[in-house]
């Protein structure tokens, strides 16, 4: 969006047409509501920029099908130039002429008609510049079926509009829609517009509506309308001495017939623009983020240098920035509504509806006004905004980007935020001071993509601001390229036998959300899943994957393209081959891995589990499938994806875990029946804890503990950071099988085979690293500075002392266990509880023994002591002198 500078933000409301109860639509749903239809046209809107078009920021949807609308505003209007009673200047009808019609041109080209154009309408900036309100009323309320008063003026309708009358979508007598206003349309009003301009009057102002529409529908017989005109309001020598060019601009614009009247693209390039079209330049549309384009291209310094030193730097943000900001410093738009008489609150007794006797006798209220349209926009102050934001430097709005700045002296104010990073995300998100410098440096780093991408991740990791999530979304998931090109390359028309399941699911998902749930969002929601489908021939649609679309959906819902490119790059990397059309082996080894990942971090609950014959296969394949959209709502899948999208393949078994542990205590008291009534229904989840818990489940999960034979084959090239493992808060974001394959790394298991095992295989490169890094004190270690890792090695003294990893125990397997399995009591038991907490790797296959005595983070070494032999790492014992 454009920078604020001089505009302002403006809020419009209206009434919604309410609809029947009692009534449902063909496939047997309630019909959804004419509020949300609109909430989820407008969308669309907000896309529109052009120098001639306010710029609209969002809508909000209230109480009794109230929608309020906020959009960039100017006080200055044609309106103001009316009451004056003054004639135009040529030069100025001119001006305004072309102005208006750039952007009826610019809404042409996107299928739209502004059906609404009247001097309020017309704005101007402080540097006269024409600006076009409340262009996109017609569209998002479908050409006005949707509410329950008509889009427009009758001063300026055009005769063919008025000839049409008006329409009702929910009114059951009307059994045809009269035909959308075109282009043409807004042609005459903006010719009205300018005959008022030129006669210094209004047109038929002191006329009834009736008796305007009537003279109006009159102008078909006349040969000159302007001159018609002109004798009715008593301006015909006024009209009779403006220029040839102006005079004629009037009498193309006031054509009756629509067949006749140029569209705006044709009166764009007439003659009678020769003079003035060569003053401006041609509009370009800004480049986006994801694009062939070079970005810099058109890059330029102002030509006042001093204009990049403002001290105004909150006017320098984008709009929507500036609104979301408004919002979190206690902006209220119902409250601005009501202080300014907008919205008008009145005692139930005098809402009755009106009703009629059997005599003709009438009772109640007649037609409430205030749902009818009241098209006054109430200018939001910022004061409070810039009150909050007094202290924030100059430096927040311009940070670097390099490790220099934290060299440069900190300021007052960016020492508070640096306490505020430790409150809670929920707080953090509140914060307007916060949620400001973190905007302004996503915005930084994201215009910097790809090259910052690695600064991208950096800032990830603290938190990512709720505005610019879907931006940082895709740089995490490594989007680059044309996505637009390749997105309209896809047939998304062509029926398809998956059509059928793609129509059934999409009104089951997400739908408690307004967005997602209006007709608008159904249409995306079939278009981006049938891309995906189509363009994926080797996988099939399994249902699910309209929940993994949502979020992205959501966060892109103005850019299918994009939402496309991050759900297409989202699956391969945590669930490749879920959707083969037979993917019940790569479930199964999931599920088997995450079954070892409950035994490795909660020996007691798995056992419980185990038990009780509550297996993952009963309540996890949901979570997975689709990473825990299905069970979370959208507020919470955001926050728990912002750390996903930092971890790899094998994050999302931390994540169930955490979710187990939060239900610990309940599954632990329950038995199989009572567990899956409590997964019917899901508790509330403490997502932020939730986060928590993983990601230091996951800094204690070794790397190749979680190796899946039926993962993502190892890419060319990987996003790594060496220090994952062992340091809490840390992420790892390279898989293991991303990493070279080796003697030493881990062997593929059949899966009856890894089935029966408790707790996870740890690779013979795994242990040898993290064994090192442990000896060699790098960091590896408890806050008791004990090793946070040590191998047990339960074969005999003899084979103990014949060669052995060096910093192992011995704990023989005869000596420490009975015929059962039990640990029994014997010197080596009493130093196997000092490890207590630390990750035991067995090198053996006993590992499952200590894990049915509950001891935590126990895994085994794959391959055992044969692969460690070839390594020469095995020592003997010094002789005893």
């Known amino acids: 969006m454009r920078p604020l500078r001089d505009a302002q933000l403006g809020a419009f409301t209206f009434f919604a047409s309410a609809l029947p109860h009692d009534v449902c639509g063909s496939n047997g749903l309630p019909l959804t509501p004419n509020s949300i239809k609109i909430l989820g046209r407008f969308q669309i809107l907000k896309t529109f920029t052009h120098p001639r078009l306010c710029q609209y920021v969002d809508i909000s949807r209230g109480k009794h099908e109230r929608l309020v609308v906020v959009a960039e505003h100017y006080e200055s209007s044609l309106s103001d130039f009316q009451r004056q009673g003054k004639t135009a200047s040529p030069e100025m009808v001119l001006k305004v002429a072309y102005e208006v019609l750039e952007g009826l041109e610019f809404m042409n080209k996107h299928g739209m008609v502004h059906r609404a154009l009247a001097p309020n309408n017309v704005l101007m900036d402080h540097k006269g510049n024409l600006k076009l309100a409340k262009f996109g009323l017609y569209y998002m309320t479908d050409r006005g079926g949707d509410v329950d008063f008509p889009i427009g003026y009758p001063s300026y309708l055009a005769p063919e509009v008025i000839a049409q009358g008006s329409f009702h979508a929910s009114d059951p007598s009307n059994e045809e829609a009269p035909l959308p206003s075109g282009p043409k349309s807004d042609i005459w009003s903006l010719g009205v517009l300018l005959f008022e301009m030129c006669a210094g009057r209004r047109l038929l102002h002191n006329i009834e509506i009736s008796e305007r529409l009537k003279f109006i529908l009159t102008l078909g017989c006349m040969d000159d309308i302007v001159t018609v005109l002109a004798e009715e309001h008593g301006c015909l020598d006024t009209i009779k001495d403006l220029p040839v060019n102006v005079l004629e601009l009037l009498r193309k614009c006031l054509i009756f017939l629509p067949s006749k009247r140029p569209t705006p693209a044709e009166l764009l390039g007439d003659e009678v623009f020769n003079e003035i079209s060569c003053l401006y330049m041609p509009f370009q549309k800004p480049l986006s983020l994801f694009s062939s384009s070079l970005r810099c291209a058109h890059l330029e310094l102002p030509e006042d240098i001093s204009d990049l030193c403002k001290e105004d730097y909150l006017s320098e943000r984008a709009i929507d920035e500036v609104y979301y900001l408004w919002c979190l410093a206690g902006g209220d738009l119902e409250k601005e509504l009501t202080n300014q008489g907008i919205i008008q609150s009145k005692p139930p007794l005098c809402t009755l509806p009106k009703f009629l006797l059997e005599d003709g006798e009438s009772f109640g209220q007649g037609r409430d006004r205030s749902f009818l349209?009241?098209?006054?926009?109430?200018?939001?102050?910022?004061?409070?905004?810039?009150?909050?934001?007094?202290?924030?430097?100059?430096?927040?709005?311009?940070?670097?980007?390099?490790?220099?700045?934290?060299?440069?002296?900190?300021?007052?104010?960016?020492?508070d935020l640096s306490t505020t990073v430790t409150l809670p995300l929920i707080i953090r998100e509140r914060d307007t001071e916060y949620q400001l410098t973190r905007i302004v440096l996503f915005h930084r780093l994201l215009q910097a993509y790809p090259y910052k991408r690695d600064l991208v991740w950096k800032d990830a990791r603290v938190d990512i601001p709720p505005l610019v999530r879907g931006m940082a979304w895709a740089a995490l998931l490594g989007i680059e390229g044309d996505i637009q090109a390749k997105y309209e390359g896809i047939d998304k028309d062509t029926p398809i036998p998956t059509d059928r399941q793609i129509e059934v699911d999409i009104p089951r998902c997400h739908q408690y959300d307004e967005l997602l749930s209006s007709p608008q969002g159904h249409v995306k929601f079939r278009r981006v899943l049938?891309?995906?489908?189509?363009?994926?021939p080797d996988l099939v649609y399994w249902q699910g994957l309209d929940s993994l679309c949502a979020p992205f959906l959501y966060l892109n819902f103005n850019n299918e393209a994009l939402a496309y490119a991050c759900m297409s790059a989202f699956i391969p990397k945590y669930l490749y081959n879920f959707f083969l059309k037979d993917n019940s082996h790569v479930i199964q080894e999931y599920l088997t891995v995450f079954s070892q990942m409950i035994a490795f971090h909660d020996p007691e609950l798995?056992?419980?589990?185990?038990?009780?014959?509550?297996?993952?296969?009963?309540?996890?394949?949901?979570?997975?499938?689709?990473?825990?959209?299905?069970?979370?709502?959208?507020?919470?899948?955001?926050?728990?994806?912002?750390?996903?999208?930092?971890?790899?393949?094998s994050f999302p078994f931390c994540i169930g875990v955490a979710i187990l542990q939060q239900l610990r205590d309940r599954l632990l008291a329950n038995g199989f029946n009572e567990c899956i009534l409590l997964f019917s229904d899901l508790p509330e989840i403490d997502i932020e804890r939730c986060v928590h818990e993983s990601i230091k489940l996951f800094s204690w999960t070794p790397k190749s503990a979680t190796y899946r034979q039926h993962a993502q084959p190892p890419k060319t090239t990987a996003v790594t950071d060496g220090n994952g493992f062992?340091?809490?808060?840390?992420?790892?974001?390279?898989?293991?099988?991303?990493?070279?394959?080796?003697?030493?790394?881990?062997?593929?298991?059949?899966?009856?085979?890894?089935?029966?095992?408790?707790?996870?295989?740890?690779?013979?490169?795994?242990?040898?690293?993290?064994?090192?890094?442990?000896?060699?004190?790098?960091?590896?270690?408890?806050?008791?500075?004990?090793?946070?890792?040590?191998?047990?090695?339960?074969?005999?003294?003899?084979?103990?002392?014949?060669?052995?990893?060096?910093?192992?125990?011995?704990?023989?397997?005869?000596?420490?266990?009975?015929?059962?399995?039990?640990?029994?009591?014997?010197?080596?038991?009493?130093v196997l509880h000092s490890f207590r907490g630390r990750v035991i790797v067995v090198i053996s296959h006993f590992a499952s023994h200590l894990v049915k005595v509950n001891f935590p983070r126990v895994c085994m070494l794959d391959g055992g002591i044969i692969k460690m032999r070839s390594t020469g790492l095995l020592t003997v014992p010094s002789p005893q002198i």
């Open 373 to 415: 349209l009241d098209d006054t926009t109430v200018t939001l102050s910022l004061c409070q905004l810039r009150n909050r934001l007094k202290d924030v430097g100059g430096e927040a709005y311009y940070p670097l980007l390099e490790e220099e700045q934290s060299s440069l002296p900190q300021s007052a104010s960016s020492q």
């Open 530 to 536: 049938k891309a995906w489908v189509v363009s994926h």
């Open 606 to 649: 798995s056992n419980h589990l185990n038990q009780i014959g509550f297996i993952p296969d009963l309540y996890a394949i949901p979570w997975f499938l689709t990473m825990f959209t299905h069970v979370f709502p959208l507020h919470k899948i955001f926050h728990l994806w912002d750390t996903l999208l930092l971890g790899n393949s």
């Open 726 to 830: 062992g340091r809490p808060g840390t992420y790892y974001f390279s898989d293991y099988q991303d990493m070279p394959r080796t003697d030493l790394s881990r062997e593929p298991l059949a899966l009856s085979e890894l089935k029966a095992e408790l707790s996870p295989r740890i690779s013979a490169e795994d242990l040898i690293d993290l064994c090192e890094l442990s000896l060699a004190g790098g960091g590896k270690r408890t806050r008791a500075g004990r090793p946070k890792i040590v191998a047990v090695d339960v074969r005999s003294a003899e084979d103990f002392n014949r060669g052995h990893l060096s910093g192992s125990v011995n704990l023989p397997y005869s000596s420490a266990f009975g015929p059962d399995g039990e640990l029994v009591q014997c010197p080596g038991t009493g």
